[in-house]
């Protein structure tokens, strides 16, 4: 069983009784992240993969560890993960280094953080692409007969998060991902919401 109290512990923030219920814009940061971000300003605060004296390596060294961790935690390889400071940066690297041709369509949903639309907004109208976005029901829920219509050979890219950060809706990203593989798309998928609060595999998902 969870031991809420237990868990509140780790948060400082929360020591004055405090109830923190804005998770889904900014989470707050545990006591053992904020251990470790201090003790590299106290003991090795150096540029990482830049010098060979001791304070870099042993920063190089915790870089490289975090990002093997950060692979076993979704089950890819260590060298198919790259630290960006959010996924707002994240989405805006593609966004901007992705090639597109004028007509190609790329598709989203009515779900998304703003992140995970205003990118496609510009580059659509920069462009000369079409933005396809699926809606949902009421309830906020879609399920992959939903985007039948959106995607098809024009399809560029498929840009849909894993679970709504106002709804707590999952979607399925598996028959999603394979639905605009079968039409030769590229699929990015916002797990912003979903890593912290299930177990992700992008293999398993083939995103």
Same mark, same amino acid.
């Given at each position: 069983?969870?031991?809420?109290?237990?868990?509140?512990?780790?948060?400082?923030f929360l020591k004055s009784g405090?109830?923190?219920?804005?998770?889904?814009?900014?989470?707050?940061?545990?006591?053992?992240? $904020?251990?470790?971000?201090?003790?590299?300003?106290?003991?090795?605060?150096?540029?990482?993969?830049?010098?060979?004296? +001791? =304070?870099?390596?042993?920063?190089?060294?915790?870089?490289? +560890?975090?990002?093997?961790?950060?692979?076993?935690?979704?089950?890819?390889?260590?060298?198919?993960?790259?630290?960006?400071?959010?996924?707002?940066? =994240?989405? +805006?690297?593609?966004?901007?280094?992705?090639?597109?041709?004028?007509?190609?369509? %790329?598709?989203?949903?009515?779900?998304?953080?703003?992140?995970?639309? %205003?990118?496609?907004?510009?580059?659509?109208?920069?462009?000369?692409?079409?933005?396809?976005?699926? $809606?949902?029901?009421?309830? /906020?829920?879609?399920?992959?007969?939903?985007?039948?219509?959106? %995607?098809?050979?024009?399809?560029?890219?498929?840009?849909?998060?894993?679970?709504? +950060?106002?709804? /707590?809706?999952? $979607?399925?990203?598996?028959?999603? =991902?394979?639905? =605009?593989?079968?039409?030769?798309?590229?699929?990015?998928?916002? /797990?912003?919401?979903?890593?912290?609060?299930?177990?992700?595999?992008?293999?398993? $998902?083939?995103?």
């Open positions: 069983m969870l031991d809420v109290k237990k868990v509140r512990e780790d948060f400082p405090r109830i923190y219920l804005d998770s889904t814009a900014t989470s707050l940061t545990p006591e053992p992240v $904020l251990e470790k971000v201090l003790e590299y300003y106290r003991e090795c605060r150096a540029n990482v993969g830049r010098g060979i004296y +001791n =304070a870099a390596q042993a920063a190089t060294t915790a870089y490289e +560890n975090a990002r093997v961790e950060v692979a076993k935690l979704i089950n890819a390889k260590p060298e198919e993960i790259v630290f960006v400071r959010n996924a707002t940066e =994240a989405i +805006n690297l593609v966004a901007s280094g992705l090639k597109f041709h004028e007509g190609d369509k %790329i598709v989203t949903t009515i779900l998304e953080h703003h992140s995970n639309y %205003i990118p496609w907004l510009r580059v659509k109208n920069t462009k000369k692409l079409e933005l396809s976005v699926v $809606l949902s029901e009421m309830e /906020g829920y879609l399920s992959p007969l939903d985007f039948a219509p959106h %995607i098809d050979g024009r399809t560029r890219l498929v840009a849909v998060t894993q679970t709504s +950060n106002v709804l /707590g809706v999952r $979607l399925p990203i598996k028959e999603i =991902a394979k639905m =605009a593989h079968d039409e030769g798309s590229l699929v990015l998928v916002d /797990g912003a919401q979903s890593v912290p609060h299930k177990r992700v595999d992008v293999k398993e $998902l083939d995103c």
